[in-house]
């Protein structure tokens, strides 16, 4: 089913969203005790509890929607690929060039798993061309140096980029479908539309719910966001959100993936379900969510349907449309581990970068050779580590940025009221900690919460194209009437009378 075309405030939808009962996992009453408690049922969730589960666990898995058709999995790019633009450059510039050829190396690695693990109609085989103009060609050139030394083929002849071939796109709906059924098939208890809510004690670590509570020896957050504040990981995650939209290319099916690096980013690739299947998946540059930038949906992916008219000479009326959200560390190394340096038995993933096929199956197999004793052969992305200058000089940005949010957050909406509002409309009403975040519905109905992000207490905005409350501090989303889309909040924002 395709989606509305631009204007319409209907709700936005991934291509790669499976049709509800897709895929029918056996779910049963959660459990009171279990070895590990697995929350988030992404690919890292889903990859950790079933590499568990076939080490002997007992595991369950919670997620707090049905992550087969809403997930961060599921709005992703869908490419397993080494060639991440500039990304290894800009970690050796960050962590040393030793670092980045090993990320490089364990790049390789999730690349075989994943083909390994896929199902045959999810993966497709590509060349991936990166490019980019002038200002980028110094950092395009030495990723392609590194890709070189970490033993990738590349073909580096242009001066603006590198082409690696043999690259995948995958369908991460199928691919998160089979690494699910693999999991309950090992023995995973699986739970959907259950939120954790709290973690409490240590050795056991009580998980609470809501359907109930479960004791686990330990617990891990795959949660693409950690919801706990203990560890201070907040202080450090950027959070994005990255719009797409599937054309249709009137010259016939695309042969390879592209991405044109800098301050315009285009990402693409074909969608390929089917021999002359001509959509391909635009996506464009991130946006710090809650910005100006991320809630205008409309004006970016209308920006990506004209790119693509020039580029493809595609219709411009997407098919699909939807946005992703992404965190990233200022060091570019994801990070993997104890939340608390010290204390084991709660475990996270957070900083993939955009790149969660690849970084996201790495990260779940530090984790589990941490949690079952095993020698450390994928690499160690754990906190502590040893900071740069230019990664606490974007940390202290960063913290700049939510200062000021919680600051202008709490500034009157500027005479705006309720009446004001038309269908698919919200404000901030009021002035102050009782602040009210208004919307209307397409029916005319108004739907009033407070307009405090549960998290740490930041002025959420509306984002028009999603129809959602988004926080600009942290990243948590909303739905209109308040319920919990994202965290890292782990509780919905408060109903008004």
């Known amino acids: ?69 809403n997930s961060t999995t599921i709005g992703s790019t869908a490419k397993v690929t080494a060639g991440q633009g500039m990304s290894p450059a800009r970690l050796a510039g960050r962590r040393g060039g030793q670092e980045s050829t090993d990320h490089l190396a364990l790049t390789r690695r999730a690349m075989e798993f994943v083909a390994a693990r896929a199902p045959d109609d999810a993966l497709r085989r590509w060349s991936q061309e990166v490019y980019g103009g002038e200002a980028e060609s110094r950092d395009l050139r030495r990723s392609a140096g590194l890709l070189h030394d970490a033993g990738f083929l590349v073909d ?114 074909p969608v390929a379900e089917f021999d002359g299947d001509d959509r391909i998946v635009v996506v464009g540059p991130g946006h710090p969510t809650g910005s100006p930038a991320a809630r205008d949906g409309e004006a970016r992916w209308a920006e990506l349907c004209e790119w693509a008219h020039v580029t493809f000479g595609a219709d411009p ?21 104890p939340l608390v340096p010290g204390r084991d038995d709660v475990q996270a993933v957070a900083g993939l970068g955009g790149w969660g096929m690849t970084n996201g199956t790495v990260a779940a197999h530090q984790l589990v050779q941490r949690l079952l004793g095993a020698e450390e052969s994928w690499g160690d992305w754990s906190l502590p580590r040893r900071p740069s200058l230019r990664g606490l000089l974007t940390v202290a940005q960063q913290q700049v940025g939510v200062t000021e949010a919680l600051v202008t957050g709490l500034v009157s909406s500027g005479g705006t009221t309720a009446d004001d509002l038309l269908p698919g409309e919200g404000a901030i009403l009021g002035r102050g900690p009782g602040q009210v975040a208004v919307c209307r519905g397409a029916d005319g109905a108004l739907c009033a919460v407070s307009a405090r992000c549960p998290h740490m ?35 919905g924002l408060a109903p008004v009378s």
Not at 160 to 179: E, K, M
Not at 205 to 227: D, I, K, M
Not at 322 to 327: E, F, G, P, V, Y
């Open 156 to 269: 580096d002849t242009e001066p603006s980029g590198y082409t690696l071939p043999d690259q995948w796109g995958i369908h991460p709906g199928r691919y998160l479908q089979a690494l699910l059924t693999a999991a309950t098939g090992a023995g995973v208890r699986y739970r959907s539309h259950t939120r954790v809510d709290a973690l409490s004690g240590h050795g056991p670590v009580t998980v609470r719910t809501t359907r109930g509570e479960v004791r686990a020896r330990s617990v891990v957050v795959a949660t693409h966001y950690p919801f706990p504040r203990r560890g201070g990981w907040f202080a450090l995650l950027s959070v994005s959100r990255h719009h797409a939209v599937v054309v249709r290319a009137p010259d016939g099916p695309l042969d390879r993936m592209t991405q044109l690096v800098g301050p315009d980013s285009r990402s693409t690739r």
């Open 1 to 69: 089913m395709t989606q509305p075309i631009l204007g319409s405030s209907q709700h936005v939808r991934s291509l790669w969203a499976l049709p509800d009962g897709a895929a029918a996992l056996p779910e049963g009453e959660l459990p009171g005790s279990a070895d590990i408690v697995v929350a988030g049922a992404g690919v890292v969730g889903a990859t950790t509890a079933l590499l568990l589960a076939e080490a002997g666990r007992d595991v369950v898995l919670l997620d707090l929607d049905d992550p087969l058709q």
């Open 457 to 491: 207490g930041c002025t959420v905005a509306w984002n028009a194209g999603e129809q959602s409350w988004d926080c600009p501090c942290h990243g948590s989303r909303f739905a209109p009437d308040g319920s919990l889309l994202e965290g890292p909040a782990h509780e």
């Open 317 to 337: 009326a997407p098919l699909y449309r939807w946005a992703a959200q992404d965190t990233s560390m200022p060091d570019h190394l994801p990070v993997a581990g």
